[in-house]
């Protein structure tokens, strides 16, 4: 695994030889470009059906293939965090989501392909218009359950950060 600061050896527009690969920000010495490397923006949905289970789906392809996960993914530029989840989560289970929460923020890594980037995790706690009307994308989910998420679960969940918001939902609704 190699953080994405240490694969910019070069300056990518000016084509200068980097003095000292890996620092943060990248500056090169001969052009001034600086690229600050994120983090970039995530969502996660606590999705909770009536009866105050939680959703969990299970990934069908890396990174995380066969563990358990949240839906959400990765914030588009010029769309607002909101937007973002509600999409994410209609395009992997057709949940059309009635209520958002802002519920907490947390760091996390994401590896792709050997490349590790930084990444700011939001979690929302949101309540779907109609839960039972799920249908997963079968490219990157393989199956779901409502839930209260017991140690099995906790400990085949494909992002820690996801863990660790799970942990936290879990101990604000005891
Ligand atoms: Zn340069």
């Keep these: 695994m190699t953080p994405i600061e240490e694969t910019y050896l070069y300056c990518p527009r000016c084509g200068t030889k980097h003095e000292d690969p890996g620092k943060v920000p990248f500056r090169c010495a001969a052009c001034q470009m600086t690229l600050f490397f994120g983090p970039v923006a ?11 289970q939680l959703l ?4 069908a392809r890396d990174p995380g293939k066969g563990q358990w996960g949240l839906p959400g993914g990765f914030v588009d530029r010029g ?10 989560v209609y395009e992997e289970t057709k949940l059309r989501l009635e209520t958002l929460d802002l519920f907490l923020t947390y760091p996390n890594h994401y590896n792709y ?3 590790v980037s930084h990444v700011i995790d ?5 309540r779907p218009v109609d839960p039972d009307c799920i249908k997963l994308e ?3 989910l393989d199956a779901f359950v409502w839930t209260e998420p017991d140690q099995t679960h906790l400990e085949n969940m494909a992002f820690a950060s996801n863990r ?8 604000s609704v005891a």
Aim: hydrophobic letters at 40%; charged letters at 25%; glycine letters at 6%.
């Design 56 to 59: 969990l789906v299970r990934r």
């Design 79 to 88: 769309e607002t965090v909101k937007q973002a989840l509600k999409r994410e």
């Design 113 to 115: 392909h050997g490349v």
């Design 138 to 140: 079968p490219t990157e």
């Design 164 to 171: 660790h918001a799970i942990e936290c939902w879990m101990e």
């Design 42 to 52: 995530a969502v996660g949905g606590l999705i909770v059906n009536p009866s105050n």
């Design 122 to 126: 939001l979690f929302y706690i949101c």
